[in-house]
């Protein structure tokens, strides 16, 4: 299975969508991968990763997994016991450890801005229990999330981002994680104002990932999009030589 051509899923986290990712899925479309940008619900990390790993079955030959933010968290529950699964790809990545929370780990590392930004939304969901969406300040949006993005663009990503549901950002992993199986590469926002570098750091080497630093905020992979697919196409080469 290595020797052919993987599938690449993108696989977005909170106050996004996969339309982000257009400059990478056009550019490894051009070099002939088949892409997906996975429609990540944002509601809750077991289900979510449950989600993505049915729709994995679904998918033949190898798979490259590419996860921003929340979607790191995902991609490691969604991948573990999965053959197909070849490489995951972290772009200013979750990767929490079974039972750890995203909150426990922003609390021992300082400089995150998201926390005053969130505003959060009362919702009642179809089966009539309560929950709760937490949305970004629009106003802190383009510095707490995407300081190099061009302050139009920025404003357009506020307005449409998508909500993120309070049961997802308190979840935590639980079973086998993919991260601690499958070769990892990580590509470190150093201006990230959302997860702290340093934070990244330490998940990423704990992971053992194979690591590029770019000076970009939290949404590297719009404002730095040549790196994320190098990066990529860096994972794909490592785990399928056909590519090379």
Known sequence: MA???PTIVFVHGAW????GFDPEIRALRDRGFTVIGFANPLRDLAADARYLAEFLQTLTGPIVLVGHSYGGNVI???AAGNAQVTALVYLNGWMCDEGESQQQLLEKFEGSLVGPSIRPVPFTAPDG???TDLYLDREAFHEAFAADVDPQTAAVM???QRPYAVAAFAGTPSGSLAWKTLPCWYLLGTEDKAIPPALQRFMAAR???TIMEVP???VSFVSQPEAATQLILQAVEATNP???
């Not at 996004?16 to 339309?19: E, K, L, S, V, W």
Request: hydrophobic content about 40%.
């Open 3 to 5: 020797s052919e051509t």
């Open 16 to 19: 996004a969508d996969a339309t």
């Open 76 to 78: 490691s529950v969604a």
């Open 129 to 131: 229990s309560e929950g």
């Open 158 to 160: 506020a307005a449409a």
């Open 207 to 209: 992971a053992n990932a």
């Open 216 to 218: 970009a905020s939290h």
């Open 242 to 244: 056909s590519r090379t």
